[in-house]
């Protein structure tokens, strides 16, 4: 049984175009993370958050904790927004995270 | 910007061999993590430590591996008799307390031939 799920598994899109990425998860959290990977493999956090919306740049994420679901949003997508964005989210304490299985996105030109 | 370390970048070892995977997390961090991630899966967690000690183990984390600080900057993994399944990127991570996100290392690649 995934204790994450992400959807889309896989997006490809133009250049210019407002992205979305969905996460919902099973357990009971008290953070989530939004990572990126990128084709070398290294990761970098994007955000945590516990509750309503964060906005870095470009990029938006919110969550709802009791409904269980966490969105990532681009907008004015980028080609080098194109790597694998990771949900990420955290028990609580010194837990480690769970991390879901990435959307891979690809922005064209 | 400080930032999470790790070395080596590569290490390839023969089945069997110990190897010890060697993360400096940033200075004033107090929560410390090893992941892993075969090629081709997702990212799994295998240890969390705190005040010298493991807070939290995965199944993964078996009596082949083993972490330690030896000094107030290292935070090593050490995996006592590697397995061709330990071929894997392994990620060391930290953050400053509870409330705080994680930052990466850049992770070190361990080939097991």
């Known amino acids: 049984k995934n204790e994450v799920e992400q959807s889309p598994q896989n997006l490809t899109a133009q250049e210019g175009e407002f992205i979305t990425i969905n996460c919902s998860y099973s357990?009971?959290?008290?953070?989530l993370h939004w990572l990126q990977q990128h084709p070398g493999g290294g990761i970098v956090s994007l955000f945590m958050l516990s509750s309503g919306k964060k906005k870095h740049g470009r990029l938006i994420a919110t969550i709802n904790i009791q409904e269980k679901h966490s969105s990532l949003h681009i907008t004015a997508s980028h080609p080098r927004d194109s790597a694998v964005y990771i949900c990420a989210p955290l028990r609580g304490g010194a837990d480690g995270l769970t991390f879901g299985k990435g959307t891979h996105l690809i922005i064209q030109p | 910007e400080p930032e999470v370390t790790q070395t080596p970048s590569h290490q390839v070892t023969q089945m069997g061999q110990e190897v010890i995977l060697r993360c400096v997390p940033i200075s004033n961090h107090l929560y410390f993590y090893w992941y892993r991630q075969i090629l081709g899966q997702k990212v799994e967690f295998l240890v969390s430590f705190y005040n010298n000690e493991i807070s939290e183990k995965s199944e993964i984390f078996d009596d082949q591996f083993s972490v330690e600080r030896p000094d107030g900057s290292n935070f090593t993994l050490k995996i006592r008799s590697t397995k061709l399944e330990d071929s894997a990127m392994y990620f060391c991570a930290s953050r400053q307390g509870v409330g705080n996100e994680q930052f990466f290392g850049p992770g070190t690649r361990l080939t097991v031939l």
């Open positions: 357990v009971g959290i008290s953070a």
